[in-house]
T-cell receptor, first 113, second 108 residues
Framework: ETGVTQSPTHLIKTRGQQVTLRCSSQSGHNTVSWYQQALGQGPQFIFQYYREEENGRGNFPPRFSGLQFPNYSSELNVNALELDDSALYLC????????????FGEGSRLTVL | QKEVEQNSGPLSVPEGAIASLNCTYSDRGSQSFFWYRQYSGKSPELIMFIYSNGDKEDGRFTAQLNKASQYVSLLIRDSQPSDSATYLCAVTTGKLIFGQGTTLQVKP
């Protein structure tokens, strides 16, 4: 059974640039959630995808967008990067929408200079 | 008011002691409650969940829920240095919302 994988693991961008982060969900999981975790903080919910549709969004601006593909993998896109976007971005898969049992990938560490 | 609140700590306990971690939540409609553990530099992993008022025990861990007080806690008995981590309380409201986490330090 393959776990949740994310890429890239680390990346550095400059203000104003765009970034795409990728996630492959655990086998059999059809729901993917994305979280932003700043240093010393808990994960903040960005959005959740189920069957290629966004299903629930946290308090993040529209420049944060996502996609889910037919194989349940997912992308997180962030446009017009700001310094405060520097964080660990976590992808988690689950068996159902709103499920509390999430399986996390190791995250993508984004630094915005 | 934050949806899920935890004391960030650090909470320091000696090896073998009981560690008590607390969490409050604001949405009375919340149905399910979870505790995740996050080691430094790693991603969160689920350790306990509880749905009903009362206590739920799993090995050295006990989760406690009081919906009337909107309060969830996690007790760790016989704390070990390997328990040193950040403990995240999380609540489902159609999505899983996390608190900021409490850092636990278990000293040998």
């Amino acid at each position: 059974e393959t776990g949740v994988t994310q890429s890239p693991t680390h990346l550095i961008k400059t203000r104003g640039q765009q970034v795409t982060l990728r996630c492959s969900s655990q086998s059999g999981h059809n729901t993917v959630s994305w979280y932003q975790q700043a240093l010393g903080q808990g994960p903040q919910f960005i959005f959740q995808y189920y069957r290629e549709e966004e299903n629930g969004r946290g308090n993040f601006p529209p420049r944060f967008s996502g996609l889910q593909f037919p194989n349940y993998s997912s992308e997180l896109n962030v446009n017009a990067l700001e310094l405060d976007d520097s964080a660990l971005y976590l992808c988690a898969s689950s068996l159902a929408i709103g499920a509390g049992e999430l399986f996390f990938g190791e995250g993508s560490r984004l630094t915005v200079l | 008011q934050k949806e899920v609140e935890q004391n960030s700590g650090p909470l320091s306990v000696p090896e073998g002691a009981i560690a008590s971690l607390n969490c409050t939540y604001s949405d009375r409609g919340s149905q399910s409650f979870f505790w995740y553990r996050q080691y430094s530099g790693k991603s969160p992993e689920l350790i306990m969940f509880i749905y009903s008022n009362g206590d739920k025990e799993d090995g050295r861990f006990t989760a406690q829920l009081n919906k009337a007080s909107q309060y969830v806690s996690l007790l760790i008995r016989d704390s070990q240095p390997s328990d040193s981590a950040t403990y995240l309380c999380a609540v489902t409201t159609g999505k899983l919302i996390f608190g900021q986490g409490t850092t636990l330090q278990v000293k040998p």
